[in-house]
């Protein structure tokens, strides 16, 4: 099983719409948990970080935590085409952070 | 504040050559990591360094050393390039809640 598991996608979403991305992990002791937006040919880029269960909302985006279930997910409300990228889902443990395969967004005009 | 620094971009090395890929950040972050990236198979760690002094293998560490120089420096080395390494290589620097990440490079091995 690997520590961070998420679907590639793609997911596509109509513009206006909401996309929801979705993760799991399989460290309980896992501590903080992160959300990056990836850009074909760039570099990661921090969206959002939650530590507490519940939910977190930053502008259009909302992170959702459930370590019981140990699942984390991000919602982006009204999604626009500029949103189409790679959402890497993260996640630290003692000392490391490992990130999952990423889920493609595509927004659909 | 330049943040996090790569070199090379891009790489082209033959079957069997060595070079090392280097990294700096001049955030006084104490971790550092590498990772690669393949289609599909998302970021994966390489080796991370918690802290000045110490270095830890991460998933996939064969074929590839590091070394922490410093606070501010890790580079990773590849002894005998093979196809395989093929990728794209991402340094990282993490303080508290954030990984700030190099620009990347680019390695084909042919």
């Known amino acids: 099983q690997k520590e961070v598991e998420q679907n590639s996608g793609p997911l596509s979403v109509p513009e206006g719409a909401i996309a929801s991305l979705n993760c799991t992990y399989s460290?309980?002791?896992?501590?903080?948990f992160f959300w990056y937006r990836q850009y074909s040919g760039k570099s990661p880029e921090l969206i959002m970080f939650?530590?507490?269960?519940g939910d977190k909302e930053d502008g259009r985006f909302t992170a959702q935590l459930n370590k019981a279930s140990q699942y984390v997910s991000l919602l982006i409300r009204d999604s626009q085409p500029s949103d189409s990228a790679t959402y890497l889902c993260?996640?630290?443990?003692?000392?490391?952070?490992?990130f999952g395969i990423g889920t493609k967004l595509q927004v659909i005009p | 504040n330049a943040g996090v620094t790569q070199t090379p971009k891009f790489q082209v090395l033959k079957t069997g050559q060595s070079m090392t890929l280097q990294c700096a950040q001049d955030?006084?972050?104490?971790?550092m990591y590498w990772y690669r990236q393949d289609p599909g198979m998302g970021l994966r760690l390489i080796y991370y360094?918690?802290?000045?002094?110490?270095?830890d293998k991460g998933e996939v560490p064969n074929g590839y050393n590091v070394s922490r120089l410093n606070k501010r420096e890790f580079s990773l080395r590849l002894e005998s390039a093979a196809p395989s390494q093929t990728s794209v290589y991402f340094c990282?620097?993490?303080?508290?809640?954030?990984?700030?990440f190099g620009q990347g490079t680019r390695l084909t091995v042919v």
């Open positions: 939650i530590y507490s269960n």
């Open positions: 955030m006084n972050h104490n971790s």
């Open positions: 993260a996640v630290r443990g003692y000392q490391k952070v490992t």
């Open positions: 460290d309980r002791g896992s501590q903080s």
């Open positions: 360094s918690a802290s000045e002094g110490t270095t």
């Open positions: 990282a620097s993490t303080f508290g809640t954030e990984a700030f």
